[in-house]
Nanobody
């Protein structure tokens, strides 16, 4: 089995910063794309940022220039550095990873349990 464990959420004032981490563990042969999603109350889950195994990144327009996604392949970990936070960034943030568990096996998408980020005005 595979687990994704997130950390780093919390309460911060507008303009502040937080760094989220997500570590994958378990039966892992390789990891393809990794990403961060968020879901605010009453809204659908949306993609915040994603990064491929080769390091290509894409971001939601609402976070471009403020958030940076990175990964440490040796540690099977993805990070989200969030700067200049706004109240509208308040949401539960979820980690997602496409993981291959065996040679020539399929890539399966896994989700973390979510971490709350609250930005006060």
């Amino acid at each position: 089995q595979v687990q994704l464990v997130e950390s780093g959420g919390g309460l911060v004032q507008a303009g502040g910063s937080l760094r989220l981490s997500c570590a994958a563990s378990g039966s892992i042969f390789s990891i393809n794309a990794m990403g961060w999603y968020r879901q605010a109350p009453g809204k659908q889950r949306e993609l915040v940022a994603a990064i491929t195994s080769g390091g290509s990144r894409n971001y939601a327009d609402s976070v471009k220039g403020r958030f940076t996604i990175s990964r440490d392949n040796a540690k099977n970990t993805v990070y989200l550095q969030m700067n200049s936070l706004k109240p509208e960034d308040t949401a539960v943030y979820y980690c997602n990873a496409d993981i291959v568990s065996r040679w020539y096996g399929p890539a399966v998408g896994y989700w973390g349990q979510g971490t709350q980020v609250t930005v006060s005005s």
